[in-house]
C-alpha cells in the first residue's frame, strides 16, 4: 500500500523564490490497484510520481510505502528501496542512448550481480513480449520512439516491481502505439502491481481497468 | 555478504571507457605520455645516480697538489719519501694527466698516465675494453681510449691512431689498442689511457715531476689527521679528501638535479591542469547518466564502483604502456634527447649508455604520483553528482 500523508512539496526557485508544486495531499493507493492520476501541465502530477519513487523527498509530510516511511530513508536506501519495489517509466524514457537496448535493460539489475542464466531468460522473456528480439543489439539511440518505450518498459519491469509508475506514457506517440501501450498496460494488471499512471491524454479517461482516476490541480486533489 | 567481485559492474565500466572513447583516447595519450616524461626523467637521473655512486667509491682518499700563486703546478717526485713516512700512509701514488684540446672538435680529452702495461692488469683491461689486444698494446705503448672518443675521431678521420701536437709544434703519433667498453663508466667516456712517459712527452713535462699524489690511507677515520700533517709539512700544497670531492660531486649532481627538477614540474603542472579540468566538472550527459543509474536503484556506492573501474583501467593502462615505453626509450634506446639535459659530466658529448637501474621504489614513486591522482579526480566529481537527489541530476 502506498500512503501521501499531509505532503508538502515545494521546490526553491533561484536564491529567495519558490514554487509550491504540492499543498498539503493525502493519498492511498491500495495493493494492485490502477490509478490515473489526471491534471493539466504543472499541477503536480510529476512530483507526486517522484515521492512515491524516493527520487525526491516531501518539504513536510510523510512517504508510506508497505509500511516504510520512505520519505526518512537514507540516500542510498532510497536506491535500494527503488531497486526492489519500483518500475518507473519516466516521460522521456531516460534511456543510456549509447547503450543497446539488452544493455540498457539490465542496467537496474547490474548491482545486484546476478546469475547469467537466469538473467539470460529473464531477457529472452522480456524482449518476446515486447516484441523487441530483433532490436537487443541495437543501440537505443537508433530505435523508433515505440521502440525505445517498450525497452523503457522492459527494463522497468526487469525487477518484478510491486509498483509500477509511468509518467506521461503517451505523450511522445501517435494514436496507434498509445493503444499499443494501453493494451501492454492492461496486461501488467494481475491483482499484485499497483499501477500510476499520470496523463492528461484523454485516451486513459474511460478505460474500464482503472480503477480510479484522481485530478490534481494546482497542487492539490480535486 | 558476496565477495565474489562483479563482473557485471567491471564490464559495464569497460563498455563506458569505449562508449566515451574520443575522450577517454585523448585522456589515455596525455596520460601516458606525462607518466612517460615522469619516469623517463627518473630512470635517467637513478642511472646516473648508480654510475655516480660508483665512481664516488673509486675516488682515493687523499689528493695532494702543490700550489703556486692560487694555481696548481707540478710536484717534484722527491717529495715522494716524507709523505710515505708520515703514520698510517699505505702508498703514494704519483699521477701524471692532463687535458689535451682537441681543436678540430672543439673538446678537451683527459690524458691519464699509468706506470707501464703490466701484465697484472691483463685481466682488467681486457674486461673494460673491447676490440683489445694486450700485446699488441704493450708492443706499441699504444693507448686505451673511451668510447665517446673513439667516436670522436672516427668522425675526424683518425683510423687505429692519433696524432697529438706537442708544445713544441711537433707530432706525437700514438696508436689506439683498445676501446672502453660503452657501460664502463660515465667519466671513462672521454679519457685516454697511455703509460707515464708517453703522457709527459705528449703534454712536454720532465721526468721527474708529477701532476699530483694519490694517497691511500689504512684507516679512513685518520684522513683529516693524516691531511692535517701533510701541510705542516709541505705548507705549498692543497689537500683534497675524499669527502671533499663528494661534496663537489654530489653539487655537480645537484645541480643536474635542478635542471630534471624543472621538467618534473612542468610535467605535474601539466597533469594537474588536466586533472584540475576533469574535476571541475561532469559532462552533462555523464550528469544525466548518473541520473539514470540513481533513479533505476544503483546506490552512491554503486555508482563510485562504477566509476573507480573506468578510472582504475583508464589509469593502470596507461601507467604500464608509458613505464614500458620509458624503459625502452631510456634503456634500449639511451634516451635520446632528454639525455643531453642530464650529461653535462664531460666536455666531450658523451656516447655512453645508461645503465639498468630500476628498483621498487621509483616504480612506487611514479606509480602514486600519477594513478590514484587521477582515480580521486575522477572520483569526487561524480561523488558530488551522484549525492543529489536522482530527479534534480536527471533534469
Ligand atoms: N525541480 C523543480 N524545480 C523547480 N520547480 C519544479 C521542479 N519540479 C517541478 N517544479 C514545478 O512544480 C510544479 C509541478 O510540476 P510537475 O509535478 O512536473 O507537474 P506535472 O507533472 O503535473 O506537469 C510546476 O510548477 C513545476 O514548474
Ligand atoms: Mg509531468
Redesign the pocket.
Known amino acids: 500500500m502506498i500512503e501521501l500523508k499531509n505532503v508538502t512539496k515545494e521546490f526553491k526557485v533561484g536564491a529567495k523564490d519558490k514554487v509550491v508544486a504540492l499543498k498539503d495531499i493525502n493519498l492511498h493507493v491500495q495493493k494492485g490497484e490502477i490509478v490515473l492520476l489526471k491534471g493539466p501541465?504543472g499541477s503536480g502530477?510529476?512530483t507526486i510520481l517522484s515521492l512515491i519513487a524516493a527520487l525526491n523527498k516531501p518539504t513536510i509530510g510523510e512517504v508510506i510505502v508497505d509500511g516504510k516511511r520512505v520519505s526518512k530513508l537514507a540516500d542510498n536506501f532510497t536506491s535500494l528501496f527503488r531497486r526492489e519495489n519500483i518500475g518507473f517509466i519516466f516521460?522521456r524514457y531516460n534511456l543510456i542512448p549509447s547503450l543497446s537496448a539488452k544493455e540498457n535493460v539490465i542496467v537496474p539489475l547490474i548491482p545486484s550481480n546476478p546469475d547469467s542464466n537466469w538473467l539470460e531468460d529473464r531477457l529472452q522473456e522480456l524482449f518476446q513480449n515486447f516484441s523487441l528480439e530483433s532490436k537487443m543489439e541495437v543501440m537505443v539511440k537508433n530505435l523508433s520512439g515505440g521502440e525505445q518505450q517498450r525497452v523503457a518498459i522492459a527494463r522497468a519491469l526487469v525487477n518484478n516491481p510491486s509498483i509500477i509508475i509511468a509518467?506521461?506514457p503517451t505523450a511522445n506517440l501517435d494514436k496507434k502505439l498509445s493503444l499499443e501501450f494501453i493494451e501492454i498496460l492492461k496486461k501488467l494488471k494481475n491483482g499484485h502491481n499497483s499501477i500510476i499512471i499520470?496523463s492528461h491524454d484523454p485516451l486513459f479517461f474511460d478505460l474500464d481497468f482503472i480503477d480510479r482516476q484522481i485530478d490534481i490541480h494546482n497542487g492539490e486533489i480535486l | 555478504m558476496k565477495s565474489k567481485i562483479n563482473l557485471f559492474l567491471f564490464d559495464f565500466s569497460v563498455l563506458s571507457i569505449f562508449r566515451r572513447g574520443s575522450k577517454n583516447i585523448f585522456i589515455f595519450f596525455v596520460f601516458t605520455l606525462l607518466i612517460f616524461l615522469l619516469s623517463s626523467v627518473l630512470f635517467i637521473s637513478n642511472s646516473i645516480k648508480s654510475e655516480l655512486d660508483t665512481t664516488l667509491n673509486a675516488l682515493p682518499d687523499i689528493t695532494v697538489q702543490r700550489l703556486q700563486a692560487g694555481r696548481a703546478i707540478n710536484m717534484p717526485l722527491s717529495r715522494l719519501n716524507k709523505l710515505l713516512a708520515i703514520d698510517g700512509v699505505n702508498a703514494v701514488i704519483p699521477r701524471v694527466w692532463g687535458y689535451y684540446y682537441f681543436a678540430n672538435a672543439g673538446a678537451n680529452f683527459s690524458v691519464v698516465g699509468i706506470d707501464q702495461f703490466e701484465d697484472q692488469y691483463r685481466d682488467l683491461y681486457t674486461k673494460l675494453c673491447d676490440k683489445f689486444n694486450f700485446d699488441k698494446l704493450k708492443k706499441d705503448s699504444g693507448m686505451l681510449i673511451g668510447s665517446g672518443i673513439d667516436q670522436m675521431l672516427k668522425n675526424n678521420f683518425y683510423q687505429g691512431y692519433f696524432n697529438f701536437v706537442k708544445p713544441d709544434g711537433s707530432l706525437a703519433k700514438v696508436k689506439i689498442d683498445g676501446v672502453f667498453k660503452a657501460d664502463t663508466a660515465l667519466e671513462s667516456n672521454d679519457v685516454i689511457v697511455m703509460p707515464i712517459k708517453k703522457v709527459r712527452e705528449i703534454f712536454g713535462m720532465k721526468p721527474d715531476e708529477a701532476v699530483d699524489f694519490v694517497i691511500k690511507v689504512a684507516n679512513p677515520s685518520e684522513i683529516p689527521n693524516i691531511a692535517r700533517k701533510i701541510t705542516e709539512i709541505y705548507p705549498d700544497t692543497r689537500v683534497i679528501t675524499k669527502e671533499d670531492l663528494k661534496i663537489s660531486y654530489q653539487n655537480l649532481f645537484d645541480y643536474k638535479g635542478g635542471l630534471f627538477l624543472a621538467l618534473f614540474v612542468i610535467s605535474t603542472f601539466t597533469f594537474f591542469m588536466i586533472i584540475y579540468d576533469k574535476a571541475s566538472g561532469v559532462s552533462s550527459d555523464e550528469k544525466r547518466e548518473i541520473g539514470i543509474l540513481k533513479a533505476v536503484g544503483w546506490t552512491i556506492d554503486d555508482i563510485l564502483k562504477e566509476k573507480f573501474y573506468e578510472a582504475f583501467v583508464i589509469s593502470f593502462v596507461s601507467f604500464i604502456t608509458a613505464l614500458c615505453l620509458s624503459m625502452f626509450y631510456v634503456y634500449f634506446l639511451n634516451a635520446p634527447l632528454l639525455r643531453n639535459i642530464f650529461i653535462g659530466y664531460s666536455n666531450l658529448k658523451p656516447a655512453f649508455d645508461l645503465p639498468f637501474s630500476f628498483d621498487f621504489q621509483t616504480f612506487a614513486i611514479i606509480f602514486f604520483l600519477t594513478v590514484p591522482i587521477y582515480i580521486a579526480a575522477t572520483i569526487i566529481p561524480s561523488w558530488r553528482v551522484a549525492s543529489m537527489d536522482a530527479d534534480e541530476v536527471m533534469r
Open positions: 501541465s502530477k510529476s516521460q509518467d506521461e499520470a
